[in-house]
């Protein structure tokens, strides 16, 4: 009986926050790093059903750079990056639809629903809402298929959260002419959590947030400005697959968006923790 009995205490404890975030929507990246994971995976879904469950609106948007590496491996294509984004032939293309697209958006949005969550996959097979141009940096290296969002058909992903269904998007976006674009799932989440007006955008990556020396999970940041993150970048403390991440989070920041974490997917809970505790865990980047 005690133990009901700190279990109703915990239910109830969790009220408050329960009130304070529900109606309000959040924005989750998941990185390929811990789609791999699938302990890690299997307790942020259900993070993300509780978070259903209780009124909060969660959407999800995915990477799967991983995943993407191994169908190019077993084709024989090396993998080829710029600046963090992958350098997208036709042949490449044809690999990151397949596998993004089709492979994870639909695994994950049916692994949500055998959990006991509602869940509904916005893909270019059922309904897109990522819209975008060719991407072209500013160094004037052309990437391929790589696009920017410009446009979020923001309707469809509210009426999903409105009948309380998990939005599951896959980091794609269509071009003109109905042209196909590959998107780093970084700057896809931004541009969704903009859109949205998002409470929180959190980035679930393999590390513990942003950190002095990318090996040291003792030299993590937990506090991160737009001037001290653009020093970090250019002196390449932040790297490969964080620039994009940490790119974005200066973005979004001062466009609706009230929140930005970069948080560890592999420590259980980290999404509720983040959302519950008053410090967060991860690196929450900031504008002044
Ligand atoms: N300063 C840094 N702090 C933490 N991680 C860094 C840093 N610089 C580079 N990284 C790398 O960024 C990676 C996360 O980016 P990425 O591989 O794209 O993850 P995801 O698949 O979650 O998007 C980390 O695994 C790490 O190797
Ligand atoms: C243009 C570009 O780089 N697209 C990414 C899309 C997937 C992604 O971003 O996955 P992660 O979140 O796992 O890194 C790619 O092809 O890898």
């Known amino acids: ?45 259900l993070d993300v059903i509780f978070m259903e ?6 959407v999800l948007i995915h990477g799967g750079g991983k995943a993407i590496n191994r169908a190019l491996q077993a084709a024989r294509i090396e993998p ?16 990151v639809e397949r596998v993004l697209a089709g492979e994870l958006n639909v695994f994950l949005t049916e692994e949500i629903e055998r959990l006991g969550g509602r869940a509904m996959n916005l893909s270019f097979s059922t309904t897109n809402v990522l819209f975008g141009k060719p991407l072209t940096l500013d160094t004037g290296e052309d990437l391929g298929h790589v696009g920017t969002v410009t446009d979020v058909d923001r309707s469809v992903i509210e009426g999903l959260l409105y009948t309380d269904q998990v939005p599951v998007i896959p980091s794609m976006c269509e071009g003109e002419g109905g042209r196909h674009l590959n998107v780093n799932a970084d700057t896809a989440a931004m541009a969704v959590a903009q859109a949205l007006g998002a409470e929180k955008l959190v980035f679930l990556s393999d590390v513990n947030g942003v950190r002095r020396d990318k090996d040291d999970p003792e030299t993590i940041i937990h506090s991160l400005n737009e001037q001290e993150a653009m ?25 609706g968006v009230k929140k930005v ?27 002044t």
């Open 261 to 287: 974490h970069i948080i560890d997917g592999r420590l259980r809970h980290s999404l509720l923790l983040e959302i519950y505790t008053s410090q967060g865990v991860g690196t929450e980047i900031y504008k």
């Open 80 to 95: 080829q990056f710029v600046r963090g984004r992958r350098v997208t032939d036709d042949a490449t293309l044809e690999i």
């Open 53 to 58: 469950t209780v009124g909060m609106k969660p």
């Open 231 to 255: 020093e970090l970048i250019d002196s390449g403390v932040i790297d490969s697959g964080m620039i994009p991440k940490v790119q974005a989070c200066l973005d979004t920041l001062g466009r």
């Open 1 to 45: 009986m005690q133990e009901a009995i700190a279990k109703a205490d915990t239910l109830i404890e969790a009220m408050g926050w329960i009130r304070k975030f529900r109606g309000k929507t959040t924005v989750i990246k998941l990185g390929g790093s811990v789609l791999d994971d699938e302990n890690a995976l299997l307790h942020i879904l």
